[in-house]
Structure formats: C-alpha cells, structure tokens
C-alpha cells in the first residue's frame, strides 16, 4: 500500500492550512454514524436502550430506532480513535451482498483497503449540496471495461457542473487504474466522483478550495439474472434535459421511480419525457425491437448518453449484417410503439441487456425473452471478455 500511495500525484488545489477553533466539549470528538446502531455501540442495558423504543420501518430498508425519550446527555462525546474503532466494529457486523476492496481519496492523497477508513467528509459540497458527479466501469477478468469511454463522460460531466479537476485526464487515469491494481479484484466494479470538495456548508462553492476525486472497488456477489422482468410507467417527474444528461449524484428522482417499481412488482420505471416520448429507466437505456425487425432506441438529447447503450448499438452493426436485424433507428417513440414492440431491454453497465416481457398491463410480445435481446446480451458478454483494445484496459 506504501509504495502505491506515495506514488500517487498530489491534488493541483492546494487548501491552505487553517486554524479551527471548536467549542471545548467538541475537542477531539466526532459524530456517531446514523447506521450504527446503539445495540452494536453497547449501550442497551437489561432495561432496553434509555427506556420505551420505537420501530419506525421503511420500505425495502433496515428498521431505525426512534426513542423519544433520550436526552442529548445520553449521546456519547467519542474521541477519533474511538469512533473510529466503532466504525470498524460496525462494518464487521455489516452482511451484504457487496464488498469494497479498496478505496481512493484526494483528500487524503492515497489509497486504503480498510472498510472503516472509506469516508468522505461531511462538509465536501457533493455530500449537503449535491455538487458532484460520478461514473461507473466494469472489472472483467483483471480489465477495465470501456474504461475510457467512462472516464471522458464523468470529465464532460463535471464540466457540465463546474466542477474544477484536481489533477489532468491522465493523472485521475492512472489513479483510477492504480486502485483497482490494489483491490487485487478481477470482476467487479469501479466507481469514482468528482466533486467540488470540502470547504463550508454554504450554498456557493467558492470556499470549496480543493475539487476532490473518490473511487471504490467494489465486488458483488450477487449472481447475474437475465430472465424476463415486469416494468411500470413512472409517476417521478423526469429531470429536465439540463440535468438527465449530466450523470451527477442527485438520484433522488431515480431512487423514488426505482422504489416506486419495486412497490408495484417491478423491477424498474420508465421515464417518459415532457412530449410524452419514451425516455429511459432509473439507470438505465430503453429499447425495441420492433414487428420491422429493427433496433429502436430513443435519442440521448434529453437523457443521459449511456456508455453501454452506445456499444450495444455498434455491435448490433453485426446482427443487421447476418440478417437477424433489419436496420438500426435512433428515434423518438411513443408508449404505445413500445408495447406494441416485439421485445423491450434495459440496457446499461449494471443490467447489461436485460429483457423486458411486461410494461405495466401490457404483455411484450409473446411474454418471453426475445432472440435479439438474448443476442445482444451475448454480444455484450462476449466483448467485455475479449473485445477490442479500445474497450478493455489491463489492470496491472
């Protein structure tokens, strides 16, 4: 980890050092996480936690303790070490399906591979504003794939949001690279931001005088599913234009139309636009097959230009090539072109090509998986084992 930290650039935004007064009971403290339970703290006696508790439950999350009986004096003043080793305790008794192996920050100018270390601090700007933006690329078999079709979207993205870069293209590259080499990770996945940085909790960022850049490595060990799913039209309003094509960390919208899916049976919702147009998933691209046997897609004027979407669209060239496609259409298409498609897909880095068999009340063809989707899916698998050099980068 030393000789992997030490050669990594420093930040080009230098915040200068600064003198902090804090109140004395605040002096070498910090805040109990909200997911670290008081049970896993230690404080429940034989009489329960400071008297009568509340359950308030969440759909699809775990139960909060709610005590409408605690003083402030019974919240501990907890030194850094000490909340740092509940930090580390909590993420033990953490079962989870995914597991993060190593994790970048500018902030403190390395790489770490403890669990308890992977934080952000409070007051950078994409945490209490939202003044970040982030991509995803997949690890496969030791490679990063369409690594830098990824990396230019999150760039373009910051632009977008006015967001400074810490270091040039080449630099955050060999980051990015270098943390996945320390994850020692063969298949999963990396994730980085950019963000304004710490600073304030003001609504400008112009205290904020180091831009920051995160990354994680991610393994899931949740198995691949490519069976027919049920979607259902979205009650969420659509982001506008300016902000559905700007892959930034204000998912709220899409986080409510995925829970709003799962409520109604289904795995996701489809956006439509302000015409009425088919727009996209939560996270993901949408298209068709129609009865002409072409692949329909909407445009990405007014949504996010997905990554994935864009490769599946290339290799398709293949299949209208063979004859199993007749021709390849970026257009706009009403919702009643799409359930009257012979097959539906989501397509993008976490689902791949995942095929579609229900819209709302609607039965996608013949309600099975169609033969250009499973084709397409196979395609994609395919060229992220050993596709071209342009979209597999080696992880060293």
Known sequence: MASLSTSLPKPSFQHPNTSINLPDHLHNSCLVPRN???????????????????????????????????????????????????????????????????????????????????VIPLDDHMVHRGHGVFDTAAIVDG????????????????????INLPFDRENIRRILIQTVSASKCKTGSLRYWLSAGPGDFQLSPSDCHQPALYAIVIQDQSPRDSRGIKVVT???????????????????????????????????????????????????????????????????????????????????????????????KIDDVTVEEGKKADEMMLIGSGVLVRPVVQWDNQVIGDGKEGPITRALLALILEDMKSGPPAVRVPVP
Not at 53 to 62: E, G, L, N, T, V
Not at 83 to 111: D, V
């Open 234 to 328: 979205s009650s969420v309003p659509i982001k506008p234009p300016q902000f559905a094509t700007v892959k930034s960390v204000n998912y709220l919208p899409n986080a409510l139309s995925k829970m709003e899916a799962e409520e109604n049976g289904a795995y996701a919702s489809i956006w439509l636009d302000n015409d009425g147009f088919v727009a996209e998933g939560p996270s993901m691209n949408v298209a068709f097959v129609t009865k002409e046997k072409d692949l329909l897609m909407p445009a990405f004027d007014k949504i996010l230009s997905g990554c994935t979407a864009k490769r599946v669209l290339t290799l398709a060239e293949g299949l209208v090539k063979e004859g199993k496609l007749h021709g390849i």
């Open 143 to 162: 490679h990063l794939y369409e690594f830098d079709q990824h990396l230019d979207r999150i760039l373009r993205s910051a632009s977008l949001a006015k």
């Open 36 to 118: 670290l339970s008081f049970q896993r703290l230690g404080l429940i006696s034989q009489h329960g936690l400071f008297g009568k508790m509340k359950i308030a439950r969440c759909s699809h999350q775990a139960e909060a303790l709610v005590d409408s009986n605690t003083q402030i004096s019974d919240v501990p003043i907890l030194t850094c070490s000490e909340a740092f080793e509940r930090l580390k305790k909590n993420r033990e008794n953490q079962k989870g399906k995914q597991q993060f192996l190593a994790m970048y920050s500018s902030i403190f100018g390395g790489i770490t591979t403890d669990t308890s270390a992977m």
